[in-house]
């Protein structure tokens, strides 16, 4: 039998509109747009596939491997859903990896990389899996891993440069390949490769989450308001990329976009939460990011709230054994709560407050340990309960030598921040406790071996760690014994790192008026003033910096 040509191209033709028909950009309502190519015939995994690339841009890797592991049971031979569900296993920007589950999702498709390699006809495919085998080889340390990797992803944007995927996972690898310490001409390199695609696709939730990443620190985050703007409307069905545009909102002290974005992350966590039954989540990042911001609001009826729903969450059994090994506070409910206390207790500087009291059981988990202790000691040292101070000061200096232990336990590399805090506090509450002492210029020589202790520290895009800043504390400390002008400067420097901290700021405006400085001091309380517009009816504060402000203006007259 002859087969005419028509007869013979029809398939063909057939089977490259197959493979084609999913070049086109693909929008999933609620995650934004993306455009990646692949080989698969199935538009169901193919959807499946898109979906978990964009969950995968935005961070929320669970719901991301779901939807890749969705897409393997449609078409088992499709070689992209196993490279996307080993991705959820790699996280660059909190630098963590998990070697073995990357690759066990990997031996799902064939199991060597050599046999991988040969079940992959298309060669940009080959290329994106020779890039992630990198990640999960073994070979090598992490950081020379990651490097390798970023190479890879490196050649890739050479090979097809067309391909947005390919830049934008390549400016994620830039973002990784620091290992969690910013490395600003890197982070900037990002920064640059995230918003050309975001030019190009504003629709794209990593364009403009990788973006906001890579500038999030007071220095460069206005460069990134556009993009901050942006990505809560691309992905309002994520909580991280609700979360994740307060990271420059908070880097340039806006407040009000501050709490906004965070009760929107919460709202979206917990209906996701509420949807499978599981109860909301009143601790962790989220939360204690949106306490932050209502404690500058002025909003402390709000906040405490906050404090308290994570009090309830962390009191149920079980919780302090959850803790014991975490040295991140969001890894567990109980160091989150100890977390939110301390930040509460410095930033209202209510220490009678009842919640200077509130306690729950911490086992023997060290980091809460060491975080309740500064915090008891920071808050009696201020109302002058010297003995108690003093207890909580020789507490937390037995415990700060075991913490490179817990930290070599937990995994947490040597140049890794979080190491030296413990130490800081240390400081700290020592200073604290020789001011409420009498010793003002001891404390205040104390005061500033804790700024040099945190020198060189990266910003910590958040909440300033420790809940202290230490020039803040030697602000105050100086203002305290008259050396203002000092202390403006130790304010002014403090303001640095966190813009438009009220804290910082009420300190600032005292040592301007006390110079002399009318005209500063009144511009300082206008700012606050302007923060606390919609502050609780009681809060003093406000009424202070009212009164001071009037005070001012009559001199002036």
Same mark, same amino acid.
């Given at each position: 039998?002859?087969?005419? !040509? &028509?007869?013979?191209?029809?398939?063909?033709?057939?089977?490259?509109?197959?493979?084609?028909?999913?070049?086109?950009?693909?929008?999933?309502?609620?995650?934004?747009?993306?455009?990646?190519?692949?080989?698969?015939?199935?538009?169901?995994?193919?959807?499946?596939?898109?979906?978990?690339?964009?969950?995968?841009?935005?961070?929320?890797?669970?719901?991301?491997?779901?939807?890749?592991?969705?897409?393997?049971?449609?078409?088992?031979?499709?070689?992209?859903? =196993?490279?996307?569900?080993? $991705?959820?296993?790699?996280?660059?920007?909190?630098?963590?990896?998990?070697?073995?589950?990357?690759?066990?999702?990997?031996?799902?498709?064939?199991?060597?990389?050599?046999? !991988?390699?040969?079940?992959?006809?298309?060669?940009?495919?080959?290329?994106?899996?020779?890039?992630?085998?990198?990640?999960?080889?073994?070979?090598?340390?992490?950081?020379?891993?990651?490097?390798?990797?970023?190479?890879?992803?490196?050649?890739? +944007?050479?090979?097809?440069?067309?391909?947005?995927?390919?830049?934008?996972? =390549?400016?994620?690898?830039?973002?990784?390949?620091?290992?969690?310490?910013?490395?600003?001409?890197?982070?900037?390199?990002?920064?640059?490769?995230?918003?050309?695609?975001? &030019?190009?696709?504003?629709?794209?939730?990593?364009?403009?989450?990788?973006?906001?990443?890579?500038?999030?620190?007071?220095?460069?985050?206005?460069?990134?308001?556009?993009?901050?703007? /942006?990505?809560?409307?691309?992905?309002?069905?994520?909580?991280?990329?609700?979360?994740?545009?307060?990271?420059?909102?908070?880097?340039?002290?806006?407040?009000?976009?501050?709490?906004?974005?965070?009760?929107?992350?919460?709202?979206?966590?917990?209906?996701?939460?509420?949807?499978?039954?599981?109860?909301?989540?009143?601790?962790?990042?989220?939360?204690?990011?949106?306490?932050?911001?209502?404690?500058?609001?002025?909003?402390?009826?709000?906040?405490?709230?906050?404090?308290?729903?994570? !009090?309830?969450?962390?009191?149920?059994?079980?919780?302090?054994?959850?803790?014991?090994?975490?040295?991140?506070?969001?890894?567990?409910?109980?160091?989150?709560?100890?977390?939110?206390?301390?930040?509460?207790?410095?930033?209202?500087?209510?220490?009678?407050?009842?919640?200077?009291?509130?306690?729950?059981?911490?086992?023997?988990?060290?980091?809460?340990?060491?975080?309740?202790?500064?915090?008891?000691?920071?808050?009696?040292?201020?109302?002058?309960?010297?003995?108690? /101070?003093?207890?909580?000061?020789?507490?937390? +200096?037995?415990?700060? #030598?075991?913490?490179?232990? +817990?930290?070599?336990?937990?995994? +947490?590399? #040597?140049?890794?921040?979080?190491?030296?805090?413990?130490?800081?506090?240390?400081?700290?509450?020592?200073?604290?406790?020789?001011?409420?002492?009498?010793?003002?210029?001891?404390?205040?020589?104390?005061?500033?071996?804790?700024?040099?202790?945190?020198?060189?520290?990266?910003?910590?895009?958040?909440?300033?760690?420790?809940?202290?800043?230490? =020039?803040?504390?030697?602000?105050?400390?100086?203002?305290?014994?008259?050396?203002?002008?000092?202390?403006?400067? /130790?304010?002014?420097?403090?303001?640095?790192?966190?813009?438009?901290?009220?804290?910082?700021?009420?300190?600032?405006?005292?040592?301007?008026?006390? $110079?002399?400085?009318?005209?500063?001091?009144?511009? &300082?309380?206008?700012?606050?003033?302007?923060?606390?517009?919609?502050?609780?009816?009681?809060?003093?504060?406000?009424?202070?910096?009212?009164?001071?402000?009037?005070?001012?203006?009559?001199?002036?007259?």
């Amino acid at each position: 039998m002859t087969i005419s !040509r &028509t007869n013979r191209v029809l398939p063909l033709l057939t089977a490259l509109l197959l493979s084609t028909s999913f070049l086109r950009a693909e929008t999933v309502p609620g995650l934004g747009t993306a455009n990646f190519p692949t080989t698969t015939h199935s538009p169901a995994a193919a959807h499946e596939f898109i979906r978990g690339l964009l969950l995968l841009h935005v961070f929320e890797y669970d719901a991301a491997a779901s939807s890749f592991i969705a897409a393997e049971k449609v078409d088992p031979a499709f070689a992209m859903a =196993y490279w996307g569900e080993a $991705m959820t296993f790699n996280h660059p920007v909190w630098n963590q990896v998990d070697v073995q589950a990357g690759q066990a999702a990997l031996a799902k498709f064939a199991p060597t990389p050599e046999a !991988r390699a040969q079940r992959i006809a298309d060669p940009r495919e080959r290329a994106w899996f020779s890039a992630v085998e990198i990640l999960y080889s073994g070979a090598g340390s992490k950081p020379e891993r990651d490097a390798r990797y970023a190479e890879a992803m490196r050649q890739l +944007t050479r090979a097809y440069p067309k391909d947005d995927e390919a830049q934008l996972f =390549y400016a994620l690898a830039l973002l990784g390949k620091s290992e969690g310490v910013r490395d600003v001409p890197t982070y900037l390199q990002a920064a640059a490769i995230a918003k050309a695609v975001f &030019t190009r696709n504003p629709d794209h939730p990593g364009a403009a989450h990788y973006w906001i990443h890579a500038m999030d620190d007071p220095q460069h985050a206005a460069g990134a308001l556009v993009a901050a703007r /942006a990505l809560s409307k691309i992905a309002p069905s994520a909580a991280h990329a609700q979360h994740m545009c307060s990271h420059i909102f908070l880097a340039l002290g806006m407040w009000d976009d501050v709490v906004q974005a965070n009760i929107a992350a919460t709202t979206v966590t917990n209906q996701a939460a509420a949807a499978t039954g599981r109860p909301p989540r009143r601790c962790g990042h989220y939360n204690y990011w949106l306490e932050y911001g209502y404690l500058e609001q002025g909003h402390i009826a709000e906040a405490k709230k906050v404090v308290a729903g994570c !009090r309830a969450e962390a009191m149920q059994p079980g919780m302090a054994a959850r803790a014991r090994v975490a040295v991140d506070p969001d890894a567990a409910v109980v160091s989150s709560f100890v977390e939110m206390r301390a930040r509460y207790l410095v930033d209202t500087g209510r220490w009678q407050d009842d919640v200077a009291g509130w306690k729950v059981d911490m086992g023997e988990a060290l980091m809460p340990e060491i975080n309740d202790a500064f915090a008891t000691g920071f808050a009696a040292a201020q109302r002058g309960d010297l003995p108690t /101070a003093r207890n909580a000061l020789a507490t937390l +200096t037995g415990l700060v #030598p075991q913490t490179p232990a +817990t930290f070599d336990q937990a995994g +947490t590399p #040597p140049a890794d921040p979080m190491r030296r805090v413990p130490q800081i506090q240390k400081l700290q509450l020592q200073a604290a406790v020789l001011s409420a002492e009498g010793h003002g210029d001891e404390a205040i020589a104390m005061a500033q071996q804790a700024v040099a202790a945190g020198e060189g520290l990266p910003y910590a895009f958040g909440p300033p760690s420790p809940e202290k800043p230490s =020039y803040e504390l030697l602000g105050e400390l100086l203002l305290k014994e008259n050396k203002n002008a000092p202390a403006r400067a /130790a304010f002014e420097a403090s303001l640095q790192r966190a813009p438009e901290r009220t804290e910082s700021l009420l300190g600032l405006a005292r040592a301007e008026s006390a $110079m002399g400085d009318k005209a500063a001091a009144a511009a &300082t309380y206008r700012r606050l003033l302007g923060i606390w517009k919609n502050a609780d009816p009681d809060y003093g504060s406000r009424d202070d910096v009212q009164r001071n402000l009037s005070a001012l203006s009559h001199a002036a007259n």
